[in-house]
């Protein structure tokens, strides 16, 4: 599956001896294995989710990057499991919502209108600016957020136009990707430039792939819930991504949900 162009392999492991039996399996070599083989179209997969039973809510989740490392959250995985339990028939038809566990948080799944949508809480607390070099001569200011996942973001006075440009931006993501000032294991970064109060341009450098990626779920958190803590009254910022679009909504108990663009590209016998 994939969410804004970000593909997963996603497999479910409903009964409590079947998911002793995963338990056992070695997950970060399964998903660099996995995520080596082209999901239909897409030359590589950037991720693996296995959902186990749980004892608090409706799912557990086990992700893993295409490197094999865990993660705490990935939002356009998130919404690809909205999708997946309602299209398999996981949870009983008459529920309008289940819940899902993951290391960063409690993750409520719906459709909304047809799409996969997820909700979380918003981040407790915006950090920074805060400034490093580069370089000996290259200053960047940039915020941390942790949207479930630890993120640098930067906003930027105008929307880069060129490679050299974005080669640019990846010399800084990978500076910064790297500090543990704020995470033990680093941090995400995500660049962004507002078109206007509800209409943002994003790009995010991601753990676990060390690139930058087509789109990002944490991201687009990360960025509209920056950009709302200066536009407050603005409920829903769309998230322009090379991926495609995702859009953020806000809501009156400190809620944010996320909407991703979900398509199913493989399909194959779980075993």
Not at 183 to 192: L, P, Q, R
Not at 207 to 234: K, M, S, Y
């Amino acid at each position: 599956m994939s969410g804004a162009e970000n593909s997963f392999w996603i497999t479910h492991f409903p009964s409590p001896v079947l998911s002793s039996f995963s338990m056992n399996r070695n997950w970060s070599q399964v998903a660099k294995t996995l995520c080596k083989q082209p999901g239909n179209s897409h030359a590589k997969v950037d991720g693996l989710v296995i959902l186990l039973p749980s004892n608090t809510c409706d799912f557990k989740w086990l992700f893993y990057n295409a490197d094999g490392s865990p993660a705490e959250m990935c939002g356009n995985a998130a919404c690809c499991v909205a999708d997946y339990v309602f299209k398999k028939k996981l949870i009983p038809v008459e529920r309008a919502s289940f819940t899902f566990e993951t290391a960063a948080q409690k993750i409520k799944g719906k459709l909304k209108e047809g799409k996969a949508c997820i909700f979380l809480k918003q981040a407790e607390a915006i950090q920074g600016p805060f400034e490093v070099f580069i370089n000996t001569d290259e200053k960047t200011s940039y915020f941390f957020i942790d949207s479930s996942v630890p993120h640098a973001v930067i906003e930027l006075p105008t929307w880069p136009s060129s490679l050299t440009d974005w080669e640019n931006k990846k010399t800084i993501a990978e500076v910064l990707r790297k500090r543990t000032t704020h995470h033990k294991n680093g941090m995400n970064v995500s660049f962004y430039y507002r078109q206007n109060n509800t209409q943002l341009l994003a790009r995010s450098f991601e753990r676990g792939i060390e690139d930058f990626t087509p789109a990002c779920g944490t991201g687009a958190l990360a960025v509209a819930q920056i950009h709302h803590q200066r536009q407050p009254d603005v409920k829903r910022i769309f998230v322009q991504m090379p991926g495609g679009q995702l859009e953020v909504g806000f809501h009156s108990d400190k809620t944010v949900s996320l909407v991703s663009p979900v398509k199913w590209l493989q399909e194959m016998e779980e075993k």
